[in-house]
Structures are given as structure tokens and as C-alpha cells.
């Protein structure tokens, strides 16, 4: 895994020159990447939501196309359309911006459902579907998409059908007095992401993508896993808890996450630090603890203090080396 260590340290040291103070949070952004998921990205405006996607972007030198979803976008817009060529008297095929590695779907909650899901199907299938015929979308693809969680007038919540196919969601959050500072002393002159240059290549990334699926983990971190979001869907506040999609989530973020820093097998805890992005956004707390302002966030910081960690078993050396 330390192929993965070096390669990762290097796309996050060239977004870091963009985006200041963030290091759990572009790690974050490095561990949906190598496990093909998407991110939802909340928090308020002007944080640095989408000179986060193009800092990714640029770093891997992949396609990347913004999609400002609004009250009149139509899936059209999103997935493409074909139009008739009279010269060769046949329908062709105008991509939409959807056809790109590295999708920015800035303000998601301002569309209508039926503009949210047009992105469904590219999400999760890889393709997208016009007049019939099916496009494959280049590889790699993510979506990275935004959304203000303090303003509601005139947006459209995002049903848990397409929340729950967002691999992680992520809060950017103010940066520090500190940092604060330093973005203004490096955009003096100019944008930091005017000189940002590509560090990793596609190839590159798919490549660290296969490596992470061999990372070991052990059948009580597995069952360590399955007990935290067992125990969101019993929890006494939440109406909904997280679905299998959840369980798999965690357990290969938890694979991505161990590759990151250098190790070739997970422990419990990278599930602590990974359940609440990969499960927060997949419960539903019911009607009378939300009058209670009861969050998910809240619910899964006592899940994880109620359900007890897996501890050491012994192995035998042939076990050890198999797992290397």
C-alpha cells in the first residue's frame, strides 16, 4: 500500500495549495475517489466547495464540467440530447455535461426531482440513457455536489433514494483566523489554481482504485462494521436507519482509508473516523426527536460510544502472512 501512501500524498499536497486547512477533508475527498463514490459537499457559501472540485480536477488532469442546477433545469441539460442532422439524415448524440470524469453539480437542492434524477442513473450505473440508447460515461467519473444547508426557500430536499447513493457527505466549514490569513496573503496577486498542474494521471488513479479492494480486514472489524449501522436502525430517534448500501460504504471507505495511510489492513478505528461522513446522510431521525433538535451527526457519536470495539485475537503466522 505504500504505492498508494506516496501517489495520495502527492495529490493532496497540490490541492492543498489551493484549498488551505482542510487536510481531513481533501483526505476525505482521496478516500470516495479511489472507492468510485461520490460526495455530497454541505456547508454555506464561499468555503471553497467548488475550488475544491477543480483543485481535484486539475490535480488529475480530468475532464470536468459545472452543472448549476436551478428551478428550470431540465434533465436534458444534465444528460444531453439528440438532435437531427439533415446532412446524414440520422440523430446524433450531443453529450451534456454530465460526460465528463469529474462532475461539479453546484447548489443539487435548487433542481426539481425530476432534474436530480437525471443524475441517478449516471451515478450509479456508470450511463446515462437518451431516446433509448445508452452512453457509458468516462472513466473515472465522480460526482462532487453542493448544497447550501441554511438556505430552504426555493430548493427542493434531496429524496433518500439519491441521498443514500452519495458515498460520503462532507462540511468544508469555516477556516481558522490562521488560515484565514494565509488565503489572502496566497491570492494577492493572483488564484493559486492559475499555476496548479497535474500530478496524477488517470491511469494512476485507477490502478490505486483495484490496489485498495486487496487491503485486509478482519472478520471482527466486518462484524464491528455490521453492528454500527445495525445500531442506527434500532436507535429509539431515528424513523430510518442505514441501509446495506451504508454497510458497504463504511467497509470499503475503511479499505481506502488504510490504503491512504500506509497500511494494507483496516482497524477499528478508521470505522470511528469514517461512520459519520458514510452513514449521517443515510438516517432519518423521526418527527419528535427532531423537535428536540436531535441530528444524525449526534446519533452516530452514540452509536459508536454504545457499540464496543472488536479487540485483539491471536493469529497464526501462515494467517499474517496471507493477509500481507
Known amino acids: 500500500m505504500e504505492d498508494v501512501k506516496t501517489v495520495g500524498e502527492r495529490l493532496m499536497r497540490n490541492v492543498e495549495k489551493v484549498i488551505v486547512g482542510k487536510h481531513y477533508e481533501v483526505q476525505s475527498l482521496l478516500v470516495a475517489l479511489l472507492c468510485r463514490g461520490h460526495v455530497l459537499i454541505e456547508d454555506v457559501p464561499g468555503v471553497g ?5 477543480k483543485s481535484i480536477a486539475r490535480s488529475l488532469g480530468c475532464t470536468f464540467h459545472r452543472i448549476q442546477f436551478t428551478p428550470d433545469l431540465l434533465p436534458s441539460d444534465v444528460t444531453g440530447v439528440s438532435v437531427y442532422n439533415q446532412k ?30 437525471a443524475l441517478l442513473e449516471a451515478m450509479e450505473e456508470q450511463q446515462v440513457t437518451v431516446d433509448g440508447v445508452t452512453y457509458p460515461l468516462p472513466q473515472p467519473f465522480i460526482v462532487l455536489a453542493t448544497q447550501n444547508p441554511i438556505e430552504y426557500e426555493g430548493t427542493f430536499p434531496l429524496p433518500e433514494a439519491q441521498l443514500d447513493r452519495f458515498l460520503m457527505r462532507i462540511s468544508l466549514g469555516y477556516p481558522s483566523r490562521a488560515d484565514e490569513v494565509e ?12 499555476d496548479l498542474e497535474q500530478v496524477v494521471n488517470s491511469d494512476e488513479l485507477i490502478q490505486m482504485q483495484t490496489s485498495i479492494k486487496e ?20 436507535h429509539p430517534d431515528v424513523y430510518l436507519g442505514a441501509s446495506p448500501r451504508g454497510s458497504l460504504a463504511l467497509y470499503r471507505t475503511c479499505q481506502a482509508f488504510a490504503a491512504v495511510v500506509g497500511r494494507n489492513y483496516v482497524i477499528p478505528d478508521d470505522v470511528k473516523a469514517l461512520a459519520a461522513p458514510t452513514l449521517a446522510h443515510r438516517v432519518i431521525v423521526n418527527p419528535a426527536a427532531r423537535i428536540r433538535n436531535v441530528d444524525t451527526l449526534g446519533i452516530i457519536a452514540e452509536v459508536l460510544r454504545s457499540v464496543p470495539a472488536p479487540g485483539v485475537r491471536p493469529v ?6 496471507a493477509a500481507l
Not at 49 to 53: H, I, N, W, Y
Open 316 to 321: 497464526t503466522v501462515a494467517q499474517v502472512r
Open 88 to 117: 446524414t439524415t440520422e440523430f446524433e448524440y450531443r453529450p451534456g455535461p454530465v460526460m465528463a470524469q469529474i462532475v461539479l453539480a453546484d447548489e443539487i437542492n435548487r433542481a426539481t426531482p425530476k432534474a436530480q434524477s
Open 215 to 234: 487491503v485486509y480486514v478482519d472478520r471482527l472489524v466486518k462484524e464491528y462494521i455490521v453492528s454500527i449501522v445495525e445500531a442506527t436502525r434500532k
Open 183 to 194: 488565503i489572502l496573503d496566497r491570492q494577492q496577486q493572483h488564484h493559486p489554481i492559475n
Open 49 to 53: 466547495k467548488t475550488m475544491l472540485a
